[in-house]
């Protein structure tokens, strides 16, 4: 039985999808939970021989596969122009012509997605893979014209169409004529610089060799499009920008733009195995576990579940160090001025023009005056514990069948020390994370407007966050805890999340965080 032979070009930059690939790959976008590459992958019948062309991020993608697809047909291609002069598709399909060998094969770009059965489809003729799109969108394609007995008839390179609707070229295709398409595409010529895939499919249409097969398409590669389709898997993109998430096949795998992210996360994990899922896979900037049954704490927001949590995080999380008062402190300088004035920074840098001076009809001072009257010396008395450091409910699972927690998406560090960190940090974000809903932020239950200077937002509170948040307050004075240096802490953590998140939450979060310091420091006062 001869095999299915599919190339995927993964090995471009993706420069239309702007903030998003500047981190990923785009065959590594999630949608649905899944990379793009992986939606592509399970299109394909078991047995199929991938080849993948590998560039800009190349290894991460590479690693993806191994963690997401064990035992996965896959020959790698390195793409060495992969950006630049000459670059472009046709170089890459070029680089992988030795791996495809003679046979007919199924061309993939990276960026296409489709929900058509693709044993449905032709195999016996060359054809491209087509969706009809409106004239606007046109001059991002190159579109076909089609004659009556489905043949294409000819292409139009990236030009603004006469008629208000085209057939457009989708990115999938089958070629079977394979001696005339790579004769073709070797002597190719350059279009907008790069090398591209028009010309062998117009050799074959000339001859009257391409037909066309319609298919329910989304291209992934144009920012619009692929947020279009995020939203819906899930109203709003809550993901942070150095960040990926994929839940596939039972295993849950955590991409990082810093490879130090997912070691140290790893590391952390083995310190405290008891309250962390078991890593069952680990590459560099990635790693993999089991997915962990049950649901979050904002699911199971029954006050008498959350009491049995803090009971069992004061007995298996929150385990004392001992360490010199010195290091704490300086630690706790780090983690909370440096790294606050750093991303308050990053902020300025991302909406420079940022001058909202009244928030939900109060006059409040700008962030560099509030942090301007914050005592940093109250801050660096820490208390040395092994800690989760993002704990809040959306990273807390339950599974009440075995009445077992399980500890997800913990930070990586604290200031740099992988051991242990400040209690109060994980107080105040379990203590924020109740005054927050994340999960209905996912659900896009929030709102944030500006007109001139001013801004109004509202947000979702945990359905029980009166009840909660004072035993978390009682615990927390039970342990000597502030409870005023906690809230100021959730004021100083939404400032310090706001330029990890996209538009409009990341406004909703600085426009919060000011709002409560400016509460903390009104009642101080």
């Not at 089609?146 to 000819?154: A, C, E, F, H, N």
């Not at 928030?359 to 989760?388: M, Q, Y």
Request: with cysteine; glycine share 6%; proline share 4%.
């Amino acid at each position: 039985m001869v095999k299915n032979k599919v190339c995927i070009l993964a090995a471009g930059r993706g420069t239309r999808l702007g903030e998003y690939t500047q981190v990923l790959n785009k065959a590594l976008l999630p949608l649905d939970g899944k990379a793009i590459i992986s939606h592509i992958i399970r299109s394909f019948p078991q047995g199929t021989h991938f080849v993948i062309a590998l560039g800009y991020k190349g290894e991460a993608v590479l690693n993806y596969i191994e963690l997401a697809h064990p035992g996965l047909d896959v020959t790698f291609v390195k793409v060495l122009n992969y950006d630049g002069p000459e670059s472009g598709p046709g170089a890459s399909l070029l680089a992988c012509r030795e791996a495809l060998a003679n046979g007919p094969f199924y061309f993939v770009t990276c960026d296409t997605y489709w929900t058509n059965s693709i044993t449905q489809m032709p195999a016996d003729k060359s054809w491209v893979a087509v969706d009809t799109v409106e004239k606007s969108e046109t001059s991002h394609y190159s579109t076909v014209d089609i004659s009556q007995d489905g043949r294409v008839s000819g292409f139009l390179f990236k030009q603004e169409s006469r008629e208000q609707k085209k057939e457009a070229f989708t990115g999938l295709a089958f070629i079977k004529e394979t001696d005339i398409f790579w004769s073709s595409l070797e002597s190719s010529q350059m279009l907008s610089g790069e090398k591209q895939v028009i010309e062998p499919f117009q050799e074959l249409a000339k001859q009257g060799l391409l037909f066309s097969t319609y298919i329910d398409w989304v291209d992934t590669g144009l920012i619009e499009k692929y947020r279009k389709e995020l939203k819906k898997y899930g109203q709003y993109d809550f993901s942070k920008v150095k960040e990926a998430f994929y839940s596939i096949s039972g295993q849950v795998i955590k991409y990082f733009d810093q490879d130090q992210d997912s070691t140290q996360r790893v590391m952390r994990a083995q310190l405290n195995p008891e309250v962390f899922p078991e890593i069952t896979g680990h590459r560099k900037n990635m790693y993999r576990y089991k997915y962990q049954p049950g649901n979050t704490l904002y699911e199971n927001d029954r006050p008498e579940i959350f009491i049995k949590l803090l009971a069992w995080l004061d007995s298996k999380l929150w385990k004392p160090k001992i360490v010199e008062q010195e290091v704490v402190q300086g630690l706790c300088d780090l983690f909370y001025r440096d790294k606050t004035l750093a991303r308050v920074a990053q902020f300025q840098k991302k909406y420079p023009d940022y001058k909202i001076t009244k928030i939900n009809g109060v006059e409040v001072p700008s962030v560099e005056a509030l942090l301007k009257n914050i005592s940093w010396d109250d801050f660096k008395d820490g208390v040395p514990c092994f800690i989760h450091g993002d704990l809040q409910p959306d990273n807390i699972i339950y599974d009440s069948e075995k009445d077992l927690f399980t500890l997800l998406d913990w930070r990586q560090n604290f200031a740099g020390e992988v051991a242990f960190g400040d209690l109060y940090y994980d107080f105040a974000k379990l203590w924020g994370g109740l005054n927050l809903n994340y999960k209905e932020v996912k659900n896009n239950a929030f709102s944030y407007s500006e007109a001139g200077t001013e801004c109004s937002f509202r947000y979702p509170q945990h359905k029980h966050f009166e009840v909660l948040s004072k035993e978390l307050e009682a615990l927390a004075e039970s342990k000597r805890l502030s409870v005023e240096r906690i809230h100021l802490l959730v004021g100083l953590i939404y400032l310090n999340m706001s330029p990890l998140h996209h538009y409009p939450f990341d406004k909703m979060l600085c426009a919060l965080g000011r709002e409560i310091l400016f509460k903390a420091q009104t009642k101080k006062s």
